[in-house]
DNA sequence: CCTTCACACGGCACCGAGTGCCATCGGCGC
DNA sequence: GCGCCGATGGCACTCGGTGCCGTGTGAAGG
């Protein structure tokens, strides 16, 4: 059923474009009631999104899986690689589905919404792992905001080329300039902060509680 | 004629919820045509955020004002303070709708898609700044998320607060993380590098060559 | 084999947001 | 005074979304 309703509005989608497409068109086209239409999806949009609300659970599941002894940014990037896994799964409807956002602004809009609630779990996850530290929420929300951004550029530069290339590879290293940026500079509250060596970047010329405080906040205990 | 459909609208959201209000509801209060209400704002969510459209094209014209003198990181963070400033300049009407938006989900995709139009537009400008430089618009994408991730935890723990507080000191702090992290870190193209100390963070059992790509991302040359 | 209960589906009526069209009215230059 | 133009108001319509109810079907139980 709805494997029917998602086969039918895909097929009417492309052709008559979404907002020319009325949930009526869709039900006729698949055989059903209007009424049952709204009964698998909430709304219109929900049904270019059909397996959103179980990727998102997914990743709330792998999230809440991992133990103590993890980095927490590396925990977050795999969660986001988990997302594109199911984006790389059927590329041609990931493809399809892009085209559709990119030219719908309402449709682009409800991505947003649907993005939204995959980066407040990343900063819900980081923000337990950082209880405690100052401005652990602070650095939690920035870090979700700045994988999330990683994640969907390497995403739509893949979707823009229809699918072609190694999604994979291209998240990596995506993340991978996050990881530089949050990741090992930041040891987590278990501290393995002997293990590393710290790197500071400032100006010579700033004075020196300046480049104190950046050391501080490098190491994650200003 | 605007004035007067905000105000009415902002008398009836409190008392009745926004859902419960009807535009009907709203231009009986206000004494004009309901036809008048969609002349001056496109849809119902379009009132809860009146100036939003001057702010985007003050913030715009703010960047676009900047010479390639400016550090790019700090211009987007300037221009993330100015937006803070159009909040901070009417506290009540902000907490207000902060209000609003905390509880309507629908009014909470809307901001979601006025945010993404400032992150847009901050990415633009540090996509401009980076071009010709090696993953250029990954970096612009990733540093205006977590630019406008740290204004809004600031602005909205201020909002949480009832507008009490320093705003502009709380959004100073959280966007000195960033710039922290992103800003003095990495030189423009302009290349400012024999001015700065380097600092890379890594594990001391990581192999040579990781060692040395997270100098070179460091250094924004990879 | 018949009954009954539950559940899924379909139809219907209704509400509210948003739009196109046209009539009206007030100010403006000619 | 006359005609033009922009702003406003009213009307009718479409479409997304919801509540309600009737109906059919299949499984459990007498």
Redesign the pocket.
Known sequence: ?REALVAAAFQLFPERGY???????I?AL?????????????????VVFPDHERCLADMTAFLAAGDDADEPVRRVCDAARLVLGLYAENPAFSVQRYRLTKKVPGLRAYELSVVWRYERALAGYLRGRFAGRPDGSLHADVIAAAVVAAHNNALRSWLRADGQGDAHAAVDHALACVQAAFGSGRPGPAGAADEDVVVVVSRRSAPLWRVVREIETTLGRD
């Open positions: 059923m907002e020319q497409t009325t949930v009526d068109d039900v698949a055989g059903v009631g209007r009424r049952s239409f709204f009964r698998y999806f909430p709304s219109k949009e929900d």
